[in-house]
């Protein structure tokens, strides 16, 4: 399975935009990259997904490099409300299912 | 958007009881659905995998004599902790997608808002 390497922390200033990393070096190539967020004590929330091309939607902005090793997760105008934790997640065909495997993701703080 | 809602919100029991919790997606047929365990300060681990109409999967090292999934239409899991004890402690979450391609890796899966469960 691909795995996903991201910074364990950052931060964020208001009303800046906030840019989250993640390599995924050991992609294949029908294998997605998504991005979830989890809010304390919440399920997690589906935010933008890509396979290669550059994605957005109302919520973020997905930056895929051209050789697929890394991503980046683009929120436009972080605010107190984005204060999550984000997961950088390689979505992969396995055994009939298509999963999803978490990493620890990147505790992002959104400073006032 | 597809809606997925998770019940109970919250279980308190005492050790030894079983309990069940039910994942319905609301406004969609999902086939799979998904279940996830996860501890405080850590990040989600994949339990099993829900088939409507047939076995679950189980990761390895999750008993599915402990934890009883069942699939029965495309609208419904439940999961059932059986016997449950104070290590059983945990929040479960589930998830589910709505299968309109072949491979199912351009769905999104949407997340229900987890089971918190403390075994006393």
């Known amino acids: 399975d691909a795995k996903t390497t991201q910074p364990p922390s950052m931060d964020c200033a208001e009303g800046r935009a906030a840019n989250l990393p993640c390599n995924h070096s050991t992609i294949s190539g029908n294998e997605y990259v998504y991005w979830y967020r989890q809010i304390h004590s919440q399920g997690p929330q589906y935010i933008i997904h890509?396979?290669?091309n550059n994605e957005t939607n109302e919520m973020a902005s997905l930056i895929i490099t051209e050789d697929r090793k890394s991503s980046t997760l683009i929120l436009p105008h972080a605010t107190l409300r984005d204060t999550a934790v984000y997961y950088c997640i390689v979505r992969v065909w396995r055994t009939g299912a298509n999963n999803l495997f978490f990493g620890t993701g990147t505790r992002l703080t959104v400073i006032p | 958007g597809a809606v997925v809602s998770q019940h109970p919100s919250r279980v308190i029991c005492k050790s030894g009881t079983s309990v069940k919790i039910e994942c319905r997606s609301l406004?969609?047929?999902?086939?799979?659905m998904f279940w996830y365990r996860q501890f405080p300060k850590k990040s989600l681990m994949l339990m099993a995998t829900s088939n409507e109409g047939s076995k679950a999967t189980y990761e390895q090292g999750v008993e599915k004599d402990k934890f009883l999934i069942n699939h029965a239409s495309l609208t419904l899991s439940t999961l059932t902790v059986t016997s449950a004890h104070p290590e059983d402690s945990s929040f479960y979450i589930c998830s589910a997608s709505e299968g309109t391609d072949v491979w199912g890796l351009n769905q999104p899966q949407h997340f229900g808002d987890g089971t918190r469960l403390s075994i006393l």
């Open positions: 890509g396979l290669k």
């Open positions: 406004d969609f047929q999902a086939t799979t």
